[in-house]
């Protein structure tokens, strides 16, 4: 096989890498440098001589332990974080397909997941993505991570009981039909927040709704959580009065295989990202992120929302 045949082979699993690496580290960047990292690995192996008799577990090998080693940073980075942290967003309009490189980006990825998946080791975190969102059998996740299959079941089983333990309803992936249900819940909770309507909003919050929001220091957002239906509905009514005359608007999208919308200024800059986990007809969970190093993969990126630098 041709260099540049090769080369082409390889580039087919790019969408794979990339989700693995973005369930390792909840971030766009960082998975996009991993899978690179792991492709520039590959061209270093070749030029060696090295035979790789099987390249999809080869990439996904690499790109795996990878993640695994950038974790131990990023947990570093992450302690030091300032207010909630949430995900990167994965973001593809409502009306199509995303990209190729999220072709194979599950559902089950979704911000309130990926928050839990912070609560395990690296090492955990790579066996029980490996195994309960993209389906490896165990000795294909014992070669991945370098463990024993014994071994590798018993970090699964771990991590399962520590994820089921925090996971809500809304974290279920959702069939085909309420899909299409929770994009129009979506549609009319954008509509009232826009047009003040209270009644509706309160209409489609569940009772221990949870409203979370990432600012990282930079961008306006809640330091912590904030629950109960009423208080958040007068924050998302305060918070659209206030964009909506600085002529911000909203755009449906699906946010991590989840209803949501991107707020775009007047100038068509990116504000932030709003995902809304919907369970049982109504809305479980909001995560609202407007940290610009966490849109800048969206666009360019509003000074709407940043906070004046100290």
């Keep these: 096989m ?5 080369a082409v082979d390889a580039v087919g699993y790019r969408p794979l890498l990339f989700s693995i690496a973005y369930g390792m580290t909840g971030s766009v960047g960082d998975a996009e440098d991993l899978v690179q ?10 030029r060696a001589g090295t035979v790789i008799a099987d390249l999809k577990a080869y990439l996904t090998t690499t790109v795996t332990r990878l993640g695994i080693n950038h974790l131990g940073s990023a947990r570093v980075r992450r302690e030091a974080y300032v207010g909630e942290w949430l995900p990167e967003p994965v973001v593809v309009a409502a009306d199509r397909p995303g990209p190729a490189e999220h072709a194979e980006l ?15 080791s690296p ?3 790579a066996v029980f993505v490996l195994r309960e969102v993209f389906g490896y059998g165990y000795p294909e996740v014992a070669g991945i991570v370098g463990k024993s299959e014994v071994n590798c079941r018993q970090i699964f089983a771990r991590a399962g009981k520590r994820i089921a333990a925090g996971r809500e309803p809304a974290d279920v992936v959702p069939p085909p039909a309420r899909r299409a249900e929770g994009d129009e819940l979506a549609r009319r909770f954008f509509e009232a927040a826009e047009g003040g309507d209270l009644d509706a909003l ?9 409203f979370h929001g990432d600012g990282g220091g930079k961008a306006r957002a809640l330091g912590k959580s904030l629950t109960d239906p009423r208080r958040v509905a007068g924050l998302l009514l305060g918070g659209f009065r206030r964009i909506r005359s600085l002529g911000v608007s909203p755009r449906p999208v699906r946010i991590n295989g989840r209803p949501g919308a991107v707020l775009y200024d007047a ?23 407007s940290n610009p190093d966490k849109l800048g993969h969206l666009g360019p990126v509003s000074d709407v929302a940043r906070l004046p630098e100290r």
């Design 267 to 289: 100038e068509g800059r990116v504000v932030s990202v709003v995902e809304l986990d919907i369970a049982d007809g109504v809305i479980q969970a909001i995560h609202s992120v």
């Design 2 to 6: 041709s260099g540049s045949a090769r």
């Design 37 to 46: 990292d792991a492709f520039l690995g590959l061209t270093r192996a070749r």
């Design 202 to 210: 309160l209409g489609m919050l569940a009772p221990d709704v949870v």
């Design 123 to 125: 090492a955990e975190r």
């Design 106 to 120: 599950a559902d089950s990825l979704s911000m309130a997941f990926l928050v839990l998946l912070e609560t395990l």
